[in-house]
């Protein structure tokens, strides 16, 4: 009882999945689109019907959240609107089972950019919209929109953050977390409505330049053309793609001190400048590869950045039938997987700020070998780094290579090769969406059965919140550390 108690929140956080749905649906009532009204005022009514009631009471059973709590709140949430995210493509008449709808929605909320359907351009606009708001309430993160309002409802938040947020350090910019998670979503939504003027300005319509700009700004990528992006033929939209994919991709963090005007903390934060030498120099050698394709060196470095930050930021966008690049810039490409964002951002991947981190220890090492005397420390943006940053790290990043490792030995296990079997699960580990083989630029997931896909659907959101969120869950200790203590009032607080 005492656990259900604390498992009401996961219930709660539906409603906010709420206003998104109103939004597609005033399009579908506009349209005259009966089907699709129908479908998504279904999902409207059980996403209300579900959590309502229990929005209304919970200020009589103040819940605090802990360690333990955040993990189970978050996991069960997530886990939860997906199932809510799937209803509008399985309540629509465009045939989709429930296992490619629940894909779709898994695809979206982790922002992985993955798909099995062929012909987006058939699809209801108002089905695509859903589909794009999906991938922006899962870029920010749902629960850091829901932190923001729960303090509303009387309910504490900051374990909610830690859990689900990405990169080793979970810092608040202001003292209040429901101000930091209404300062984060302002800057996200910002940019959203920028990009979208660019785009229109571009030559987009508006409904296409906002399903671009809402999936592009969480790092997600869908379209809704069929040739994606390239369908507009357009330099201006390649760069202005490019720039929006690398700001999102950068730990939101430095946005504040932006608005601060502490431009040095930008200019020396390690993470972002390693990020940005790594985008710089994969483009540089693989614009020197492509030059003979394109014609010109100008050419050549527009399609290699945009390609580049298509990889490096886990949009997953395809600019370039880059499948056909030469084998050095594929395999920029390729390695480029392995990286993934900022720390802090909407994009996926093991987050540079990892990589930087196993680097700095492995000098560390070289050093205390030549001097074994020696007293030497890891340090980040000038500051000394805790030893529990490094070895969660390192524990991290085998976790992450395990699972990946699990995913191919399952995917070739039911009969696909091993090259497509591998860029399949980094694609999904790293919420890329694409990659080589069987998932190149023109393919999707729809060449793998039904039971890859629920697999994947699990995958991509273990991936999405860190691994650990959701693994811990299978502990044993967690289990009985989450239901051990108690308030006088009855509620659960582990």
């Known amino acids: 009882m005492r656990l259900l108690l604390l498992l009401r929140i996961p219930l709660i956080a539906q409603t906010f999945l709420a206003p998104l749905v109103v939004i597609p649906l005033g399009m579908a009532a506009a349209a005259q689109d009966v089907c699709m009204a129908r479908a998504l005022g279904l999902t409207l009514g059980i996403c209300l019907v579900c959590a309502l009631p229990l929005a209304v009471t919970i200020k009589k059973h103040p819940v605090r959240i802990t360690r333990n709590g955040g993990f189970v709140i978050v ?22 089972s429930f296992c490619v709808s629940v894909f779709e929605s898994s695809g979206a909320f982790s922002t992985s950019g993955v798909s099995v359907i ?61 101000a930091t998670a209404r300062l984060l979503y302002l800057v ?69 001190f932006l608005i601060k005007g502490k431009f040095r903390d930008i200019v020396t934060n390690t993470e972002f ?6 985008f710089a120099a994969a483009t540089c050698v693989v614009a020197f590869c492509i030059v003979p394709q394109y014609g010109s060196v100008k050419q050549a470095l527009i399609f290699a950045s945009a390609q580049v ?79 529990e940053i490094v070895y ?9 290579l395990l699972t990946t490792f699990i995913c191919c030995i399952y995917t070739t296990a039911c009969g696909v090769d091993v090259w497509t079997s591998i860029n399949a699960a980094l694609a999904i580990m790293g919420n890329i969406g694409l990659g080589f083989g069987g998932i190149a630029p023109g393919s999707n997931f729809g060449i793998f059965p039904s039971h890859i896909l629920w697999f994947y659907s699990f995958i991509m959101v273990v991936s999405r919140l860190e691994l650990w969120t959701v693994f811990v869950l299978f502990v044993p200790a967690f289990w009985r550390g989450a239901v051990s203590a108690a308030y006088n009032d009855g509620t659960v607080v582990k």
């Not at 729960?150 to 909610?160: E, H, T, Y």
């Not at 869908?222 to 994919?245: A, H, P, Q, R």
Request: net charge positive; with cysteine.
């Open 392 to 400: 969660g790290t390192a524990g991290f990043v085998f976790l992450y």
């Open 188 to 256: 996200y939504f910002v940019l959203t409505l920028i990009l979208i003027l660019l785009y229109k300005l571009g030559g987009m319509t508006l409904f296409d330049a906002a399903c671009h700009a809402l999936s592009l700004v969480a790092t997600g990528g869908v379209s809704t053309k069929n040739e994606g992006l390239l369908s507009y033929n357009s330099t201006y939209i390649l760069v202005i793609s490019t720039v929006f994919m690398m700001l999102a991709a950068t730990n939101f963090n430095l946005f504040f």
């Open 309 to 387: 930050a298509g990889i490096l930021t886990t949009a997953g966008i395809a600019f370039a039938q880059f499948d056909h690049w030469p084998p050095l810039a594929q395999m920029i490409l390729f390695v480029l997987m392995f990286l993934g964002g900022c720390s802090g951002s909407t994009a996926g991947g093991i987050k540079i700020i990892r990589h930087v981190i196993l680097w700095k220890q492995t000098l560390h090492e070289s050093k205390s070998m030549l001097y074994p005397c020696g007293v030497f420390s890891i340090r980040l943006n000038k500051k000394a780094a805790r030893p």
């Open 273 to 278: 400048r390693v990020f940005v030498g790594i």
């Open 118 to 178: 062929n012909q987006i351009e058939k699809l209801p606009a108002s089905l695509l919209l859903w589909r794009a708001l999906c991938y922006w309430a899962g870029g920010m993160g749902v629960i850091v929109l829901s932190v923001a309002l729960m303090p509303l409802l009387g309910v504490g938040g900051f374990q909610l953050i830690k859990a689900e947020t990405t990169g080793p350090e979970k810092d608040r910019l202001t003292p209040r977390i429901a």
């Open 75 to 96: 996991g069960a949430s997530w886990f939860l609107l997906i199932l809510m995210g799937a209803l509008p493509y399985f309540f629509s008449d465009e045939g989709f």
